[in-house]
């Protein structure tokens, strides 16, 4: 472990090997403490946090430039890296009058909101860094692009560095100032904030990887992730796409054609009906299917569009729902219908697959913990006591034979449901998602594959060089989602972090794109950190997991944070008795409590930290007493 400490730094990371099991922290944070200029992969990046927020060091002089000087990709300065060059000549080319404005942003609106102060208040100007990489490069890719935001954009970011891999991010109006914007060797501005303009928009995205150079992209999860026309954008424009091909995008991207592929491949599924076109046709189906059935949107998943009916003027009632929900969200309204599997959980396997035929499934995922069909709390293995080696290794076969039935090749997950009976269990094929999970943090810490770095390498054309006998599971991995919402009600909280502390510790891993100061926005996904634990059994990992859990502080906005506190104690969560339906069966989950005295400990010092630096910044004057509800609210801490 090396550490190089000197006096005014710009980011904070804690950063060990993946598959040494520790702790690292996906994350950085503009601060005027120490920091560590050892950009090794074993070295430990530590900054103590300070009162105030401030300005990076290493951050252009305030002004503000000419709106028509200011280039829509720019390249960030580093504290403390080497050197740092404000270029005029740029290594950009000049915005011309020609270059379309969806392309490059050329429109005054889009010069006028690049010119404004970002990051601290620094304008953006053409920066430019040059950095060691931490590792030879071994791949032909030399510089990246990541179609995402937030912490998986950071998480890809990662891997790259570690390996000398350039990356580049890509940006909304809304995430000028957003951490991994600030993570990336460049960045480049694709549009307004709302999504629909910026992050889906495959012209945007392509014309920034041209821009910069990029050799590749790597579409993270939502968004473009799984849209087969994004796949042969990339391929039309020599790009290399980092996941599977159009053909496995296409038929395990529409549900339907999902089911009927493998029905025909012989893989077991809930009995449904894929035919539907009317009302009519679902009454039809539902009559032969038998009640309670489940709606499902044909183009996508997630929850959008799904829902539980359980007679036929449930069903009248529900389908054009259903339908609009799915156009709102996927463009298209078809749905389908299948047998309600009320009693089961959501378990999952983790495939791997290479363009030279191998597949292999790197163990299981439990996820049946859900609010509104999403994920909340993940785990592997599965704490189901049906589960054992040999269903194990059935449902690997089964998911091998998915990905190989479609000629998969990278990262992707094929979904059960998993259901308990007296004579054992039964598994049903749900659909495959093409793309690497927001979970894919246990699957990593208990097999010790960089998930991410396997997908580089079999994009780029690589064997996996591995068989399944040699996939280890090593002890057990949960993972816990904290979003930014309200625990009672699940609805999101948009709104500015005031505070904010992660817990440190062997075997702790915080994947996560906040810091103080940051703004949780209303046009994105609440979910604003994973907290991963590793250890040697479920119950040191729960364990684990509670006191990391209390450890973490954030304020300013509402968290789901005393939900996992109630769900981790809860017993049948520690029996492992549980199903899709825990969170409905057990409503004293989302009740409102008073926290532990630790806990109160933790935000009783990080709110006098807080209230200080309000002090402090006011040149003396007391703070907003206003924005003491914010973190009581946040924590429902009680005197």
Not at 313 to 327: F, H, I, K, P, V
Not at 445 to 454: A, S
Not at 611 to 623: D, E, F, I
């Amino acid at each position: 472990m090396r550490a190089r400490f000197c006096c005014g730094g710009a980011f904070w990371k804690v950063l060990w090997p993946l598959n040494s099991g520790s702790i690292f922290l996906s994350a950085c944070v503009f601060t005027g403490g120490a920091s560590c200029v050892d950009r090794s992969p074993d070295a430990l990046w530590l900054v103590p946090q300070p009162p105030v927020m401030a300005k990076p060091v290493g951050s252009p002089p305030e002004k503000r430039f000419d709106a028509g000087s200011v280039p829509v990709v720019y390249s960030h300065g580093q504290a403390n890296q080497n050197r740092i060059d404000a270029s005029a000549e740029g290594h950009i080319p000049a915005l011309r009058p020609d270059d379309s404005e969806r392309e490059l942003g050329t429109s005054d609106e889009a010069r006028s909101r690049l010119a404004k102060p970002c990051m601290g208040g620094a304008v953006l100007p053409t920066l430019t860094r040059t950095r060691k990489s931490t590792m030879p490069m071994d791949l032909p890719f030399k510089k990246i692009l990541v179609a995402n935001r937030g912490e998986i954009a950071i998480r890809v970011f990662r891997t790259c560095r570690q390996h000398g891999i350039s990356t580049v991010a890509v940006f909304s109006e809304g995430d000028a100032d957003a951490l991994h914007v600030t993570e990336a060797d460049e960045a480049v501005f694709i549009g307004p904030t709302p999504s629909s303009e910026s992050y889906l928009v495959i012209e945007s995205i392509i014309a920034a990887a041209k821009r910069v150079g990029a050799d590749a992209i790597h579409p993270g999860y939502g968004f473009l992730s799984e849209r087969a026309p994004f796949v042969e954008a990339c391929d039309a424009a020599g790009i290399v796409f980092i996941g599977p091909g159009v053909r496995a995008m296409e038929v395990m991207g529409d549900k339907v054609r999902a089911r009927l592929a493998m029905k025909s491949a012989g893989i077991p599924l809930v009995p449904g009906c894929e035919e539907i076109n009317s009302v009519e046709d679902a009454l039809e189906a539902a009559s032969e299917i038998g009640y309670p059935v489940m709606l499902k949107a044909s183009a996508g998943g997630g929850g959008k569009g799904m829902r539980i009916v359980h007679d036929d003027d449930e069903l009248r009632r529900g389908y054009a729902a259903s339908s609009r929900e799915a156009r709102a969200a996927f463009g298209d309204g078809r749905l389908f219908v299948e047998r309600a599997v009320v009693q089961a959980r959501h378990v999952e396997v983790q495939i791997m697959a290479d363009r030279h035929g191998a597949v292999v499934a790197l163990n299981e995922r439990d996820c049946s913990v859900q609010r509104r069909h999403q994920k909340v709390i993940e785990e592997a293995p599965s704490p189901s006591p049906q589960m054992s080696p040999e269903v194990r290794q059935k449902m690997g076969e089964v998911a091998c034979r998915v990905a190989a039935s479609v000629d998969y090749c990278g990262a992707g997950t094929v979904e059960f449901l998993f259901e308990e009976h007296d004579d054992g269990p039964r598994f049903y094929f749900l659909e495959m998602n093409t793309r690497l999970q927001v979970e894919h943090p246990v699957t990593e810490e208990t097999t010790g594959h960089d998930l991410v770095w396997e997908q580089l390498r079999v994009a780029a054309g690589e064997a996996l060089g591995y068989g399944q006998s040699d996939i280890a599971l090593r002890g057990h991995a949960i993972e816990c989602r904290i979003y930014a919402e309200d625990p009672r009600r699940f609805l999101p909280s948009p709104g500015l972090i005031s505070r904010l502390r992660w817990p440190l510790g062997s075997g702790i891993r915080i994947d996560t794109a906040v810091c103080e100061g940051s703004e949780v926005s209303s046009h994105y996904d609440p979910m604003i950190a994973k907290i991963t634990v590793h250890a040697g059994c479920r119950s040191k990992a729960i364990e684990k997991m509670r006191r990391a859990l209390e450890d973490t502080v954030i304020l300013g906005v509402h968290t789901n944070l005393e939900f996992h506190l109630a769900a981790l104690s809860e017993p049948d969560f520690l029996s492992g008795n549980f199903t899709t339906n825990y969170i409905a069966e057990h409503p004293a989950l989302t009740e409102e409590r008073e926290i532990s005295e630790t806990k109160s400990r933790a935000v009783a010092a990080a709110a006098a930290a807080a209230a200080l630096a309000g002090h402090r910044s006011s040149g003396g004057h007391a703070s907003d007493v206003g924005g003491l509800s914010r973190w009581q609210g946040a924590v429902r801490w009680r005197a």
